[in-house]
């Protein structure tokens, strides 16, 4: 029996760099495809090939999908600030790049198509918890273009491949292509490396994965046939207030001080439930918020990231280096 054959959009990115080997360690054939914006850093070992190609560029990698089982697709400009940066460049790349993806899957005879899209879907829905059939309320145009993404493949279901689709909480954690520009990540580098750190508002809700989490989930949607079409992807236990997220890293790094800003420069305010992925798949990751705040904190003092503000770890200092090399449309 074949392994089975997986190509992974954006596979050298956050979540990507995490993903690629954890399935080819469980046997898959993976395909890596990146544009390598971000990195070029691939982890060369058995079991997966790097293709170098644009999302944007069907021809790229189009003749890649033959003989493919599953694309898991996250390519995608991630983050709100650098999606308003380059608005153009982003809803070509997460919107139209999804819809040439799963056209070129459908005619390559794939099976299924795993797509990330996030919880910030559902922007400011206040404390009550919500779940895949709630309303979204996209609050920023990263968040409309998943929305966007998601209407297509749901509206072409039975049409071409499966899809999956997994809502992501915030992802938190440590990874091959590390970030710096996710609120656990960077408010734990800077209370570790600089002694202080700052909450803005506290009230809001958020929910919390850790990044190696979020991977095992795509690995427990793919080949199986599941109940739903859309999971949010996270655990009940890892939503949190903002504020109770402070405390957390300051009782990890009780020396650093930590500055708290009322007025909250994001508006979007959500506490999700992820109760169905657990019922159906069995998903109740182990891994939470407090490790990373360990895992980081330790990693930052070690000085394995004694330049944790760079651009290189930042997706929206990436796409003002980018834009300032060649100017895209806002």
């Known amino acids: 029996m074949r392994p089975p054959t997986v190509l992974v959009t954006g596979g050298q990115g956050y979540l990507g760099s995490v993903l690629a080997p954890l399935l080819a360690k469980h046997g898959a054939d993976v395909t890596v495809v990146d544009d390598e914006s971000i990195t070029r850093e691939r982890q060369e070992r058995p079991g997966i090939t790097y293709i170098t190609g644009d999302i944007r560029e069907p021809r790229d990698w189009a003749s890649r999908l033959t003989g493919i089982d599953a694309v898991v697709?996250?390519?995608?400009i991630v983050g709100d600030p650098a999606c308003d940066l380059a608005g153009d460049l982003a809803r070509d790349t997460n919107y139209l790049g999804t819809i040439r993806l799963a056209e070129a899957s459908k005619r390559a005879g794939v099976g299924?198509?795993?797509?990330?899209?996030?919880?910030?879907?559902?922007?400011?829905?206040?404390?009550?918890?919500?779940?895949?059939?709630?309303?979204?309320?996209?609050?920023?145009?990263?968040?409309?273009?998943?929305?966007?993404?998601?209407?297509?493949?749901?509206?072409?279901?039975?049409?071409?491949?499966r899809p999956s689709i997994l809502r992501f909480a915030t992802l938190h954690g440590l990874s091959p292509r590390m970030r710096f520009d996710l609120a656990v990540n960077t408010m734990t580098a800077r209370a570790?490396?600089?002694?202080?750190?700052?909450?803005?508002?506290?009230?809001?809700?958020?929910?919390?994965?850790?990044?190696?989490?979020?991977?095992?989930?795509?690995?427990?949607?793919?080949?199986?046939?599941?109940?739903?079409?859309?999971?949010?992807?996270?655990?009940?236990?890892?939503?949190?207030?903002?504020?109770?997220?402070?405390?957390?890293?300051?009782?990890?790094?009780?020396?650093?001080?930590?500055?708290?800003?009322?007025?909250?420069?994001?508006?979007r305010n959500y506490r999700v439930d992820f109760d169905p992925i657990e019922t159906d798949l069995g998903f109740a990751p182990r891994l939470r918020v407090l490790d990373s705040i360990r895992d980081i904190a330790a990693a930052v003092r070690s000085g394995r990231y004694a330049d944790h503000a760079s651009a290189r770890y930042n997706n929206y200092l990436l796409m003002v280096e980018r834009t300032a090399r060649q100017p895209v449309a806002r």
């Open 192 to 267: 570790a490396a600089d002694g202080r750190f700052m909450v803005h508002g506290g009230d809001q809700w958020r929910p919390f994965l850790h990044v190696r989490a979020a991977a095992e989930a795509v690995r427990m949607v793919l080949g199986t046939t599941v109940p739903s079409l859309v999971y949010n992807c996270g655990s009940n236990a890892e939503n949190y207030r903002i504020a109770t997220l402070g405390e957390l890293i300051h009782a990890e790094v009780p020396d650093a001080e930590v500055d708290v800003v009322e007025a909250a420069r994001d508006p």
């Open 73 to 76: 697709h996250l390519a995608a």
């Open 112 to 161: 299924q198509f795993v797509f990330a899209s996030t919880c910030s879907t559902y922007g400011a829905a206040g404390d009550a918890p919500v779940g895949v059939d709630s309303p979204v309320e996209p609050r920023s145009l990263y968040a409309e273009t998943k929305v966007f993404a998601e209407h297509y493949l749901l509206s072409h279901a039975g049409d071409g491949p």
